[in-house]
C-alpha cells in the first residue's frame, strides 16, 4: 500500500517563503538527505523560488554512498543556475564551502551595500537544525524530533555582507511518487505513525538485495538471499525476535532493520540514483 503522509499544511511556510522573495532572494539553498536526493526535495521551493540560482546541499553524506553521491552532484551541477556539494555534520567549518557556491551562483552580490541573501530550506529531519547550530556556533535552532519550532525568519549573519535566512515553519516532503514514500520512511523522514515497518522493510531488502546483498549478507551473517520476506524473517531469527511457538514478529524484525539502517549500521547506502529518480517521475507522469 502506497505511504499517504499530510502532517499538516504548509501554508505558513509557503508564505515565509514568498515574503522572502518579495523582500529580496538571490540564492535558495535546498538541503537534501544524500541518501535520498530526489525524494528529499519538495517542488514546492522551487515553484515558490523560480529563476533564483539554487544551491543543492546534499546533507548526510557520510551515510551515503559516495559513487551515487557523485552521480547526483554531477546531475544537479549540469543543471543551469544549479551548484551542489556533499555535507555532514562532521564538518566543523561548513560555511565555508556554503559561501563559496553561494558566492559563485551570485557573483554580483555579497558587499556591504548588496549584501547577498540566501534562504535555507529543506524537509524535517535533513539536518537543517544541526547546520544551523554549527554555523551559528551555539543552540540556535532546536535539533531532535519535534520539527517546526521556528517561528519567525531567523537571519544569521555568516560573513560581511552574506546573509543566511531561516524561514519559519516547516517544509512538509512530498510524496508524488510511491517509492519515494518507502525511502522517505526508511530514512527516518516520515512520522512513525504513518507507515506499516513491515512493509517499508520490505522494500529496503529490495533495494538492498538489487545493489548492496553483501551488506545484507555480512550484518545479519546470511549465507544467500532470498525472497524479501524470508530476507526479513532470517533477519528476525538473528535479532531474537520471535514468539513463543517460534514464529518471526515481523514488524520487530523490521524495526531492527531500520534502526541499522538509520544508523549507518549497514554501511553507506543511498537508495535511488538520479536516473531512476527520473524514470519513477515518467511513470507517475503517465498515470
Ligand atoms: P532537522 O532540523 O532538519 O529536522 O534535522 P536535525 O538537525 O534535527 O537532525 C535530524 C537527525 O539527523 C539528528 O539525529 C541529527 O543528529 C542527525 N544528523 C544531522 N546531520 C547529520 C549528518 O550530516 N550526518 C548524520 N549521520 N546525522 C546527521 P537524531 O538522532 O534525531 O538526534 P541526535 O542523535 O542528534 O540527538
Not at 523560480?50 to 559513487?67: E, I, M
Not at 518471526?248 to 554501511?267: S, T
Amino acid at each position: 500500500m502506497p505511504i499517504n503522509w499530510f502532517p499538516g499544511h504548509m501554508n505558513s511556510t509557503r508564505q515565509a517563503i514568498k515574503d522572502r522573495v518579495k523582500a529580496g532572494l538571490d540564492v535558495v539553498i535546498e538541503l537534501l538527505d544524500a541518501r535520498l536526493p530526489g525524494s528529499s526535495s519538495n517542488p514546492l521551493l522551487a515553484a515558490l523560488t523560480t529563476g533564483r540560482p539554487a544551491l543543492k546541499v546534499l546533507n548526510k553524506q557520510d551515510l551515503a554512498d559516495p559513487a551515487v553521491t557523485a552521480d547526483w552532484l554531477a546531475h544537479y551541477n549540469a543543471q543551469p543556475h544549479t551548484r551542489a556539494i556533499p555535507l555532514d555534520a562532521g564538518d566543523k567549518s561548513p560555511a565555508r564551502a556554503i559561501v563559496k557556491a553561494c558566492r559563485e551562483l551570485a557573483p554580483q552580490r555579497g558587499d556591504m551595500h548588496k549584501p547577498l541573501r540566501v534562504l535555507i530550506c529543506g524537509i524535517p529531519n535533513v539536518g537543517k537544525s544541526t547546520l544551523i547550530n554549527t554555523l551559528v556556533g551555539r543552540k540556535a535552532a532546536k535539533t531532535g524530533d519535534e520539527p517546526g519550532i521556528t517561528k519567525i525568519e531567523q537571519k544569521i549573519v555568516l560573513e560581511n555582507g552574506f546573509y543566511l535566512f531561516d524561514t519559519p515553519g516547516m517544509l512538509w516532503p512530498r510524496i508524488g511518487i510511491e517509492q519515494s514514500g518507502y525511502h522517505l520512511a526508511a530514512s527516518g523522514a516520515i512520522g512513525r505513525n504513518a507507515f506499516d515497518e513491515a512493509e517499508v522493510a520490505l522494500e529496503l531488502i529490495a533495494v538492498l538485495k538489487r545493489r548492496y546483498p553483501d551488506r545484507l549478507q555480512e550484518r545479519y551473517g546470511l549465507a544467500e538471499l532470498g525472497a524479501e520476506d524470508a530476507v526479513l524473517e532470517a533477519i528476525g531469527l538473528k535479532r531474537g525476535a520471535k514468539i513463543r511457538g517460534g514464529a518471526v514478529q515481523m514488524h520487530k524484525a523490521a524495526e531492527a532493520l531500520l534502526v541499522d539502517y538509520r544508523q549507518g549500521l549497514l554501511g553507506r547506502i543511498t537508495l535511488e540514483t538520479p536516473a531512476e529518480m527520473a524514470a519513477w517521475r515518467r511513470a507517475a507522469a503517465e498515470d
